[in-house]
């Protein structure tokens, strides 16, 4: 199996963990953009958000929950922050197994390059 978050996530790879449940897990980013930059990923592997439909149910509703809290958590929740999904070739996504950039605890400049 060779999708880098599927291992992260079945712990075949450590990460940083700070979030996980039965369906999400969130680890901080391994070359960060900003004081705070956290990845929260679906356990089951979506390429990217194309692939979210029905049968994933509530885990984008899920996800922004994490981000929530995770943001509360980190003290960015008044000042700020950003949740970003990259998505294909334009949008600048590296890895192919859909997950949700969260970043805080800097001013972030748009639009970004
Ligand atoms: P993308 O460019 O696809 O939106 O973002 C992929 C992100 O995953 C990048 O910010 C990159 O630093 C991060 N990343 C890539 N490989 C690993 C890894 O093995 N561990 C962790 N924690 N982050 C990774
Ligand atoms: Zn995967």
Not at 5 to 11: D, T, Y
Not at 19 to 45: G, S
Not at 51 to 70: C, H, M, R, T, Y
Request: include cysteine.
């Amino acid at each position: 199996m060779e999708c880098v978050f599927c291992k992260i996530a079945k712990k075949e790879i450590p990460a940083s963990v700070v979030y996980e449940d039965e369906d999400v897990i969130a680890f901080k980013d391994i070359n960060p953009q900003a004081p705070i930059h956290l990845l929260i990923i679906p356990k089951n592997h979506l390429s990217s958000i194309m692939e979210v439909d029905e049968n994933n149910g509530d885990l984008v509703k899920k996800i922004v929950k994490v981000a929530q809290s995770l943001a509360r958590e980190n003290n960015i929740d008044k000042k700020g922050f950003r949740l970003v999904v990259n998505t294909g070739d334009d949008g600048g996504q590296t890895v192919h197994h859909l997950h949700f950039h969260l970043l805080g605890g800097r001013f972030m400049t748009w639009p970004p390059g």
